[in-house]
């Protein structure tokens, strides 16, 4: 199946229409992104959950699908993506290049920070210095820069081939080509996705900077409100991503024959459908 060629104008509507659905309808991808907030934070599971975050992805998106189609879905939906091996299989590789990345960039911010500084860290076990981050700041945030374009495009790839894998049925492979093939195609919506993002972000990140300093303030609470925020912004976060992502498969591949089929309820009783 070939893939479409959309408007740039298109990627920021992804956002806009990812709000939308979730207002209209917040349950149950509101709880499956809340589970892998509280999954991505805990010590106990968060390795566990960052290795096999796509293939929760997969349980989302097919929810997302199931709703779309007006089928009835629930919480254990969340875990579509393990209910068969090649399809579990299929959305694990899809996140591949993810951990491949996260290994490659932590190996040269590793490097950029050097073994002495490193060391010093490990044996304190305190949080840095102002004269320590004032010394390595520079080149963190230069090679945080180099190593920032990569994981975006690494991002486009998995944001357009986790729904090939649980929707199309595509083998992790070919779901990986295909996101490839898509996005010189639609480079344009991608780009403004991504701006879009970042804008929000930073508004974001304005409008909760004097509440997070109140809270930074709150004494032995701190701590509490400072995880509730965080689990909070990231569950709403996660729920818009993936909404939005779904958004894009429609897109690009969906076909017009997977479109959602209206049953007639006045059908005669002696009619047969096939």
Not at 3 to 32: D, Y
Not at 54 to 67: E, R
Not at 94 to 121: C, E, H, K, N, R
Not at 135 to 160: E, Q, S, Y
Request: hydrophobic share 55%; with cysteine; proline share 5%.
């Amino acid at each position: 199946m070939q893939h479409r060629k959309i408007s740039a104008a298109r990627g920021f509507f992804w956002c806009i229409e990812a709000w939308r659905n979730l207002r209209a309808s917040p349950q149950p991808v509101l709880s499956m992104a809340l589970w892998l907030s509280l999954g991505v934070l805990l010590p106990a599971l968060n390795l566990l959950v960052v290795v096999l975050l796509t293939v929760f992805y997969g349980g989302v998106i097919s929810t997302l699908h199931k709703k779309a189609r007006g089928e009835n879905v629930g919480l254990g939906d969340f875990f579509n993506g393990f209910k068969s091996l090649s399809r579990f299989l299929g959305l694990f590789m899809t996140g591949f290049p993810s951990i491949l990345f996260a290994i490659f960039s932590s190996s040269v911010l590793l490097g950029t920070l050097g073994p002495d500084v490193m060391q010093s860290l490990a044996q304190t076990g305190q949080p840095p210095s102002k004269e320590l981050i004032e010394t390595v700041a520079p080149a963190l945030i230069d090679a945080m820069l180099k190593l920032l374009p990569i994981g975006i495009v690494i991002g486009w790839i998995v944001f357009l081939a986790v729904p090939r894998v649980i929707l199309d049925k595509r083998l992790g492979l070919l779901a990986l080509w295909d996101a490839i093939r898509a996005i010189f195609t639609n480079l344009g919506a991608l780009l403004l996705f991504s701006i879009s993002i970042l804008i929000a972000v930073v508004v974001c990140s304005f409008l909760l900077a004097i509440p997070l300093a109140l809270i930074g303030n709150a004494g032995a609470l701190a701590g509490a409100l400072q995880t509730f925020v965080l689990v909070f912004l990231s569950t709403v976060g996660w729920a818009l991503y993936l909404n939005a992502m779904y958004i894009a498969w429609r897109d690009i591949f969906m076909q017009e024959t997977s479109a959602p089929i209206i049953e007639d309820k006045n059908l005669p009783d002696t009619q047969i459908e096939v």
